[in-house]
């Protein structure tokens, strides 16, 4: 659900809870007699090994939650690839110039609705829920009549980003589903995905009728499209970080590829895991795999079956359990 540009998000920190369980395991085991030296010691290094867990657990929730916690490896990987090709930041910012930026802002403020405590306030809240989990800072968001399901990301440079959300996604998902769609276009501004995204949507925009840039533009595409790909799965697992339930990120995912409002109470996430498992088995043997790689290149999102797939992969990882632990320590595990 890209869009527009992104930029670097701000910081809210989350407050700190008593220390894990595991601080004082120590403590379930009977207590030996108090008369002996080797019992004082021993009480000794059991307040020391509680004091080390309860600092662990303090410094991790002071730091709070970062986008590297949950970035995709592909996200990683792809991102160290584009870095690595000399004056693609200021080409993005030559193809993107100050009057361009103006016009997107002014579109979207004079076209939408400004959502605010006083403007639509259960959207409010959910954003703003959502932004404290990611520990980053809620940009403002727009609604928009629009008859094609869709959300994104837009950051100019010296300004406020905003999200932009199609009225026809909020008739086709629930309270909690248009969370993880708002937390999953955080994640674009969580992980400072910003100059690559103007650069991806610039594509999409017809950059190849700009003078001189159609070169440049053919040449980066595949590049910038593998990237957005990989950027897309880092932030399901941010909408997931919000939402906690695997299977509301994978309705949402599934009422995109086929959902309408009057069809949403008989979809089902089970047969659409099952579906996601048909496609890998067709695509696992050479001819498959060629076809799912000449599906895939030309797109700037995953298929829906390959994301529903990721997402669900991920939710039973120990990299999961672990970033959840973090956002316990932060107190943040029940917002």
Not at 162 to 179: A, D, N, P, Y
Not at 193 to 217: D, K, R
Request: with cysteine; charged share 20%.
């Amino acid at each position: 659900m890209a869009a527009p540009p992104a930029c670097a998000p701000g910081l809210i920190s989350g407050r700190t809870l008593p220390s894990q369980p595991v601080a004082f395991r120590c403590y379930w085991a009977p207590k030996p007699s108090s008369s002996s030296p080797t019992s004082r010691r021993s009480r000794r290094r059991r307040v020391l090994v509680v004091a080390a867990a309860s600092a662990r657990a303090s410094s991790a929730a002071a730091r709070g939650l970062d986008a590297d916690d949950f970035r995709h490896p592909l996200d990683k990987q792809n991102t160290l690839l584009l870095k690595a090709i000399p004056g693609l930041n200021d080409i993005g910012k030559a193809l993107l110039g100050p009057v361009s930026e103006q016009v997107m802002v002014l579109q979207n403020i004079g076209s939408s609705v400004l959502v605010s405590p006083n403007q639509l306030p259960d959207l409010h809240q959910l954003l703003d829920e959502a932004a404290k989990v990611l520990n980053t800072e809620a940009p403002d968001l727009y609604i928009r009549q629009n008859p094609v399901p869709n959300a994104y990301t837009l950051a100019i440079n010296g300004k406020k980003p905003f999200i932009v959300v199609h009225t026809s996604l909020i008739e086709l998902l629930t309270r909690k589903e248009l969370q993880a769609v708002l937390a999953h276009e955080l994640g674009h501004l969580k992980c400072d995905h910003g100059v690559w995204l103007t650069f991806a949507n610039i594509l999409t925009m017809g950059a190849y009728t700009v003078p001189g840039f159609g070169m440049v533009a053919g040449f980066l595409e595949e590049q910038l499209y593998r990237w957005l790909r990989a950027a897309e799965l880092t932030c399901d697992r941010a909408a997931l970080l919000v939402v906690r339930d695997p299977k509301v990120v994978i309705s949402v995912l599934m009422k995109l590829a086929g959902g309408c409002p009057s069809l949403a109470d008989q979809l089902n996430v089970d047969a659409f895991l099952e579906q996601a498992r048909s496609y890998d088995k067709a695509a696992s043997n050479p001819v498959g795999w060629y076809i799912r790689n000449a599906q895939t290149r030309e797109l700037s999102h995953p298929l829906p079956v390959m994301r529903a797939r990721e997402i669900d992969e991920w939710s039973r990882s120990q990299e999961y359990k672990t970033v959840m632990q973090k956002l316990f320590q932060m107190g943040l595990n029940r917002v």
